[in-house]
Structure formats: structure tokens, C-alpha cells
């Protein structure tokens, strides 16, 4: 009977080594979060009429330039390239890619996809989300996701679309 037993306690410890090892590998992927608000301006910009039997539906493209503040105090500069497709007044849609590089040469590279409706009074409500694709100096190795809120400052003629963003990256890093 002891030496069932004692097969049953090695068991038991056995389980509760690799269930210790695998706790470990939890705890060190866990995300971590970074926050920045940008600030930006369209630097190009190009629209066409859609010309699929809708009226007021248009397709472009917009690059902005701009500063992104990071909430730890670090500034980056970043670009963002996007393709877009619109329903003037009803709905709105872009894809694009976000490229951040930090005062130290590093850089972070991410996807973007807006969805944006508006509602019968003409409110619009929007949701912005990406997918980390690629970093490179202390970002090497990153991966993870971003949710974004952003404004669209009212156009003035003769001036650049300004705009404002406020991101989330949620993110790992991979050990070097």
C-alpha cells in the first residue's frame, strides 16, 4: 500500500512541476501597454468618384505626417498611408499602415482598419483596429495589437486635413 502511495505523491509532483514550468511561460508573455496621441496633417491626398451608381461614393488615398507622444515622455515621428472608400454621409472605411520611428533609431510598424458609420441624425461613430507587424532596434521582436480612437478636425480651405489619434499598443516582445 506505501509504495502505491508514494507513486500517486511522485505523480502529484511530477504535475506540479510542469504545471509550475508552464506558469512560467504565462507570466512572461503577458502584454504590456503603451499609449501615445498624435497629432498630424494630410501630406497627400488624392480622390476619385467611385462611379459604381451611388451618388457621393469616392475612393482615395491620404499619407499624413505627424508626431506621436507617448505617454512615458517619448516623442516619435510617424507616417501613415491609407487607401480609402466612402459613402459621403452614410459610411466610411480605410486600411493602411502606421510606421513610428523613436529618437533612438527604433521603429514600429503597424496595420490599421477603420470602420465608421453614421447614424440618421448624421452622428458618426467609428472603431479603429490594427495588428503590430514589425519593430526593429529595442522593438525588434514585437508583436501585438492596436485600438485607436481618433478625431478629424474640420477642413479649412487652403490648409491641410489635420487630425489627432489617440493609440493603444497592446504588445509583447520577444526574448533576444
Known sequence: MATKKSIHIWILFGILIIAAWLLGFV?????ETMKCRTA??????????AQVGDEGHLLGMTMREGLAFFENGEIATYITKGIWDTTMGKAFKANGYLFFKF????TIVTTYDQRAIADPSGKWSSKITGEIIK????FEGIEGTTSTIGKQFPDVKGEASKSSTDITF????SSK
Not at 507570466?27 to 502584454?31: F, T
Not at 519593430?135 to 529595442?138: A, D, K, L, P, V
Request: aromatic fraction near 4%; hydrophobic fraction near 25%; proline fraction near 4%.
Open 27 to 31: 507570466i512572461e508573455a503577458q502584454a
Open 40 to 49: 498630424g496633417v494630410a501630406t497627400k491626398s488624392e480622390t476619385m468618384p
Open 103 to 106: 529618437e533612438d533609431g527604433s
Open 135 to 138: 519593430g526593429t532596434g529595442r
Open 170 to 173: 497592446t504588445y509583447t516582445l
